[in-house]
T-cell receptor, first 114, second 114 residues
Framework: DTEVTQTPKHLVMGMTNKKSLKCEQH?????MYWYKQKAKKPPELMFV???????INESVPSRFSPECPNSSLLNLHLHALQPEDSALYLC?????????????FGEGSRLTVL | ELKVEQNPLFLSMQEGKNYTIYCNYS?????LYWYRQDPGKSLESLFV?????AVKQEGRLMASLDTKARLSTLHITAAVHDLSATYFC??????????????FGQGTILTVHP
């Protein structure tokens, strides 16, 4: 069982909707990530939070807005998305400091934009 | 720009046979990861390779890292159907200050049949 929990597992939204994806981990990890994965493609990094501060934004469009309210939670706010944004959104976490760099992924939220 | 290339991209194997998946990367790095992904599911960490010459084995899978050649291999011994999945290698982006900023290979879709 994954220790990174993502909700919802499935989300269908229209282009004018506002929705949020949520991610939670209780492993004490201080780095959290959002990755996007299109069908039959590898995951692509979107955002990295380190100690609750945004440290990397991979030039993601502003219709995706990340938020890290505390060390256990990571949100991705979605607004005015396009159909091409339909994908599997994966949250991951890892220890900071003297870690191996290994990422622990959640089950993902499958997003469909109509 | 770091490039990570896997081959083959598609691998159809008979049960009981051996095969190797190769992962080449373009820039110096001593951190390489192998993940498994079942259809519609998240990524499961298989191996973390952190130094030149590292070799790790788990069941029928064995991974190795040659940082001088910028090459990692994932060897499958006596394949069984349960190994059918997509396998990704991933490399830490050199010079990054945050762990987890991974660049993934394209993935190898492995199908094991009787």
């Amino acid at each position: 069982d994954t220790e990174v929990t993502q909700t919802p597992k499935h989300l269908v939204m229209g282009m004018t909707n506002k929705k949020s994806l949520k991610c939670e981990q209780h492993m004490g990890h201080r780095a959290m990530y959002w990755y996007k994965q299109k069908a039959k493609k590898p995951p692509e990094l979107m955002f990295v939070y380190s100690y609750e501060k945004l440290s990397i934004n991979e030039s993601v469009p502003s219709r995706f807005s990340p938020e890290c309210p505390n060390s256990s939670l990571l949100n991705l706010h979605l607004h005015a998305l396009q159909p091409e944004d339909s994908a599997l959104y994966l949250c991951a976490s890892s220890p900071r400091g003297r870690g191996t760099g290994e990422l622990f992924f959640g089950e993902g939220s499958r997003l469909t934009v109509l | 720009e770091l490039k990570v290339e896997q081959n083959p991209l598609f691998l159809s194997m008979q049960e009981g046979k051996n095969y190797t998946i190769y992962c080449n990367y373009s820039t110096t790095s001593d951190r390489l990861y192998w993940y498994r992904q079942d259809p519609g599911k998240s990524l499961e960490s298989l191996f973390v390779l952190l130094s030149n010459g590292a070799v790790k084995q788990e069941g029928r899978l064995m991974a190795s890292l040659d940082t001088k050649a910028r090459l990692s291999t994932l060897h499958i011994t006596a394949a069984v159907h349960d190994l059918s999945a997509t396998y990704f290698c991933a490399v830490d982006i050199p010079g990054g200050t945050s762990y987890g900023k991974l660049t993934f290979g394209q993935g190898t879709i492995l199908t094991v049949h009787p």
